[in-house]
Structure formats: C-alpha cells, structure tokens
C-alpha cells in the first residue's frame, strides 16, 4: 500500500504573528483542505497520515467531514522540528504500506500527476522528489549585503514535495539524523547522509507552497483552474 504523511504541524511565522496559514480560507476552503484533496482523490493513495500540532485533532476531524473525505485517515501529534514530525508520521503507518508520500500541508495545488510518478520513482529507486529546475539568476552573498559571485543555475532543483520513499529507506535515514543530533531541510537531504539516490520529478504544472501572504494570491488563481 501507498500512504501518504501530510505535515500539518507548523503554524507558518512568515504569514505574520496569529496566523494559521493551513486554515487561511483560498477558494473557499482551507489551504490544508485542498492538500488533503489532493491525495484523498489519488487513485495511487490508500491511507492519509496527518501530522498536526497538539489541540487541533478536532479541527482535522472537522475538516474531514466538511469536506467529505472518504479516504481512511489517522490523526497523529506533530514534534518539535518538521523532522520531528515526519518521524512521528512514520511511526504510525501501517504495517503493510510499502511507499510513502511526505507533503507539506501548505502545499495545496499537487497534480495526481506528480504524485502517482514520484511514488513510481520510489518504488523503483527507493526515493524520490517533486522539483523544479531553477530558472532565475542564482547570485552568492556571504553578508547578505554584496553579490559575490553567480552560481551555475544550471545543475540547480529547487526541491518540493511530496518526497516520496520507500518505508525502510527513509525510517532508515532519519534515524542516522536522529542519531547524529542533525536537523535537517527536508527528508531527501537525511537520504543524502546514508548515500541514497534520489530522483528527481518535474511536473508540467506549478506546485507552489503558501508561505508568504503575496502567494496567496497565485495559489487561488491555481486552485480555480484546478477544479
């Protein structure tokens, strides 16, 4: 079985003081119930794992009424950094899924798409990546002040998700984090540290996150030619 961990467990600082970017209204729904539509209405999905902060489990369970969710889901308390929280996922999974897709909630126009071939691509090489290829001029600064130098834009992916494994292959890298005390960006970068090969998935339509208030914006008009 394929399983998909929706990372719900962060409020979003960037959004601005008091706000709960996940339930901010876009479309005339909440940007997490969007997401979780996504992979509710994925064909290649068979249980959704969301991982949420301590105090909103009847929140989520809400939503999934409201929204009509017929796809089994469980509900599980987020930790304190993203990694955290997926490891948390990972822990409650069932025994018999095999890949597993880790979205962030706040990434809510994902294409079945780009799901079904990201978990195509970890069954086959163990993990796998939404991304895109980065098109803007890519500058270096080490004061944050002076442009030092440009970067070859050329071999550069700006990483999204899902990130999408192969069950053992990311319990097992994660534990090499855990064990080391690293923190680490996202979940392909614990592959990195035991030597795994991630593949790269690039999908024809935008897949943006909701992390500034200016996104909302795009994401709306994304999510109305998504209907």
Known sequence: MNTAIIVAAGKGARMGPDTDKLFLVVAGRPVVAHTWQRFNDADCIGEIVLVVRDGMQSAFSDLAQQGGFKKPYRIVIGGKERQDSVWNGLEALAESTDVVAIQDGARPCTSEAVIEATIVAAAET????????????????HD?????????????????TPQTFRVEVIRRALAEVRRHGLSVTDDTAACELIGQPVRLISGAAPNPKVTVPADLAYVELLLKTLR
Do not use: Y
Not at 126 to 141: C, L, M, N, R, Y
Not at 144 to 160: I, K, N
């Open 144 to 160: 944050g002040r002076f442009a030092e130098r440009t970067v070859d834009r050329s071999r550069l992916w700006a990483v999204q």
């Open 126 to 141: 163990g993990a796998a990546v939404a991304a895109a290829p980065v098109t803007d001029t890519i500058k270096e600064s």
